[in-house]
């Protein structure tokens, strides 16, 4: 059982559309990473959150962290296709807690 | 400064065997955790090291172990290997004591068991 649930599994959309990523669980987080992996590559950190209903953004990428601190979502706007890759949240407990990923295709 | 460096990228082993990878952390960094990656089960913790010390340990059968040297270098080890090992095994290495901090992740290494 997956302590922490990332929706969509997967995810085809054109260029320039807008899209969210979920990250939800029935814990409670110290802190919530967000990383994004490309192929034959490891996982790379792009933010993390730390306080209940903390907002932070990095260029297209929106990320929030609910208020109880147990789900937390990322908002891509006018996706590109360099966006594609396996986005993946981690929840600190205080190990990190893997979400299984959100498989996201961007088209030209 | 160089990133997170694992050995090999790629092994083929046959069931029953055993394997050894190796990881070496970003200089200065103490702390590593390896993982497992399958596509249907996402990343899964294994374990960390920090200071030569084993610090918090995943939901493995006794099958896998690792060890850290002084030097921060980090192997893992697999015995009687299953159909099921096969996967990716990412190793990550942070500076701090805490597993928070961000960790910073090899490439990888692609087990497959035949």
């Known amino acids: 059982t997956q302590l922490l649930e990332q929706s969509p599994q997967f995810l085809s959309i054109q260029e320039g559309e807008n899209l969210t990523v979920y990250c939800n669980s029935s814990?409670?987080?110290?802190?919530l990473q967000w990383y994004r992996q490309e192929p034959g590559e490891g996982p790379v950190l792009l933010v993390t959150?730390?306080?209940g209903g903390e907002v932070k953004k990095l260029k297209r990428l929106t990320f929030q962290f609910g208020d109880a601190r147990k789900d937390s979502s990322l908002h891509i706007t006018a996706a590109q296709p360099g966006d594609t890759g396996l986005y993946l949240c981690?929840?600190?407990?205080?190990?990190?807690?893997w979400g299984a990923g959100t498989k996201l295709i961007i088209k030209p | 400064k160089a990133g997170v460096t694992q050995t090999p990228r790629y092994l083929i082993k046959t069931r029953g065997q055993q394997v050894t990878l190796s990881c070496s952390p970003i200089?200065?960094?103490?702390?590593v955790s390896w993982y497992q990656q399958t596509p249907g089960q996402g990343l899964q913790f294994l374990f960390e090291y920090f200071s030569e010390t084993q610090r918090n340990k995943g939901n493995f059968p006794g099958r896998f172990s690792g060890r850290q040297f002084s030097n921060s270098r980090s192997e893992m080890n697999v015995s009687t290997l299953e159909l099921g090992d096969s996967a990716l095994y990412l190793c990550?290495?942070?500076?701090?004591?805490?597993?928070?901090?961000?960790?910073?992740f090899g490439q990888g290494t692609r087990l497959t068991v035949v």
């Open positions: 814990s409670v987080f110290s802190s």
């Open positions: 200089s200065g960094h103490r702390s």
């Open positions: 990550a290495s942070s500076f701090g004591a805490s597993m928070n901090t961000e960790a910073f």
């Open positions: 981690a929840g600190e407990r205080p190990q990190l807690i």
């Open positions: 959150v730390v306080t």
